[in-house]
């Protein structure tokens, strides 16, 4: 059964950054999708971005491109979510979440295992 813990929220000002984790284990993901979902306040939970993790490809939201990163540490079995330039609308509970497979896909239907969240606020 996977296991999946987030870590590394918190608040900051606007502009600034925070890097969040995702442990993860339970099992080997050489061939798993690990992504990045957050729901804000009073919406539905949406796609951030994804990595696989064994090419390490990844794949981003056009709302956060160009300022979020992931990456991810086979060794530790922990993904990373780099957030940069960050602004009052990245205020979310952020998880991680993961599937089998090669393809990134941003429908939350498709991951079966996921982590209780992290809370990020960002202010004004």
């Known amino acids: 059964q996977v296991q999946l813990v987030e870590s590394g929220g918190g608040l900051v000002q606007a502009g600034g950054s925070l890097r969040l984790s995702c442990a993860a284990s339970?099992?080997?993901?050489?061939?798993?999708?690990m992504a990045w979902f957050r729901r804000a306040p009073g919406k539905e939970r949406e796609f951030v971005g994804a990595i696989s993790w064994s090419g390490g490809r990844t794949g981003y939201a056009d709302s956060v491109k160009g300022r979020f990163t992931i990456s991810r540490d086979s060794a530790k079995n922990t993904m990373y979510l780099q957030m940069n330039s960050l602004k009052p609308w990245d205020t979310a509970v952020y998880y991680c979440?993961?599937?089998?497979?090669?393809?990134?896909?941003?429908?939350?239907?498709?991951?079966?295992?996921w982590g209780q969240g992290t809370q990020v606020t960002v202010s004004s």
């Open positions: 339970g099992r080997t993901f050489s061939n798993y999708i």
């Open positions: 979440a993961a599937r089998s497979g090669s393809y990134i896909n941003i429908r939350q239907s498709e991951y079966d295992s």
